[in-house]
Every structure is written in C-alpha cells, then in structure tokens.
C-alpha cells in the first residue's frame, strides 16, 4: 500500500511540474507573435524603450537609436528580413513573455554591396498593453555550404 501510494504521489508530482512548463499554450498570442514577424518591414519599430541587440561584430546596442547608429557607422543598410516559413518556434512564458527562434532570408547592403545571407535569429518579446514589442534580439548566420538547411515541407509546431 505504501509503494502504491508512494508511485501515486510521484505520478501527480511529475504531472504538475510539467504542467508548470507548458510552453506551448497560448495559441492566440502565438499566432500574433508569428504574423508579427513575418509582416515587420525593415524600418518597422517592434521595440521596446529597453531594447538590447547584439550586431554582427557583436557590438551591443542598449535602443533603437543606438542600433541604427551602429548600422550607419558600420554602413549597412537592411533591405529585406523574411522568415522562412515553417522555421519558426516559439515559447510564451505565462502570456507575456514569448522567446522566438526563426530562420530568415536577409537582404542588406555593405557599404554599397548587396548581400544575401540566412540568418538564425533569436529574439526575445514582452507583452504589454499596448501590445507585443522585443526586448532583445541577436542573430547568427548560417553557413549552408557546411550546413544545409533542410526543408520538408511542413510548417514547425514547435
């Protein structure tokens, strides 16, 4: 009876902590969060006062003015970010917090030469009421001549 007991109580435990780690709920928000970077257009302000992004040489900007600042000293001009779709996931923590991971086709400019690159870009949001904004952001380039990215066809569910 003990060991029934004992299995019982582990079995709940298991079970609630797990439910304390859903990120996968909040479908509404999950959906927003989506169109909202698949939408965004370069000049598109989707950030909050607070902002943190991490350039290409891993110069840290603490705005937005900061940021584009950088791009200008650095003479990079973006042209185009799109997320590939189907490579997208994302976690929301308690509805107001929501951790994206995507992979887009970038488009820029480096001091006057076009380059296309695909990029892995991890960002992080917070909801307020006025609405979803990001509070930080950094991106990596993906070297598809060591990795390919693969694609099957199917959007992710992640």
Same mark, same amino acid.
């Given at each position: 009876?003990?060991?029934?007991? @004992?299995? !019982?109580?582990?079995?709940?435990? $298991? $079970?609630?902590?797990?439910?304390? @780690?859903?990120? @996968?709920?909040?479908?509404?928000?999950?959906?927003?969060? *989506?169109?909202?970077?698949?939408?965004?257009?370069?000049? !598109?302000?989707?950030?909050?006062?607070?902002?943190?992004?991490?350039?290409?040489?891993g110069?840290?900007?603490?705005?937005?003015?900061?940021?584009?600042?950088?791009?200008?000293?650095?003479?990079?001009?973006?042209?185009?970010?799109?997320?590939?779709?189907?490579?997208?996931? %994302?976690?929301? /923590?308690?509805?107001?917090?929501?951790?994206?991971?995507?992979?887009?086709?970038?488009?820029?400019?480096?001091?006057? *030469?076009?380059?296309?690159?695909?990029?892995?870009?991890?960002?992080? /949001?917070?909801?307020? !009421?006025?609405?979803?904004? *990001?509070?930080? +952001?950094?991106? !990596? %380039?993906?070297?598809?001549?060591?990795?390919?990215v693969?694609?099957? +066809?199917t959007?992710? *569910?992640?």
């Open positions: 009876m003990k060991k029934l007991l @004992t299995i !019982t109580i582990a079995l709940i435990a $298991c $079970c609630h902590l797990y439910a304390q @780690t859903d990120t @996968t709920s909040f479908p509404e928000e999950r959906q927003a969060l *989506r169109q909202l970077i698949h939408e965004a257009k370069p000049g !598109t302000r989707l950030d909050c006062k607070d902002f943190i992004a991490v350039g290409p040489k110069d840290i900007s603490f705005s937005f003015d900061e940021w584009k600042a950088a791009q200008i000293k650095q003479k990079v001009v973006f042209k185009s970010v799109a997320p590939v779709p189907g490579h997208e996931f %994302i976690r929301i /923590y308690d509805g107001t917090m929501a951790v994206i991971n995507f992979l887009a086709n970038v488009h820029l400019a480096v001091d006057g *030469r076009d380059v296309h690159i695909k990029v892995r870009r991890l960002e992080v /949001y917070h909801k307020s !009421t006025a609405g979803w904004c *990001r509070v930080a +952001g950094q991106g !990596t %380039i993906v070297d598809e001549q060591l990795f390919p693969e694609s099957n +066809g959007a992710a *569910r992640h």
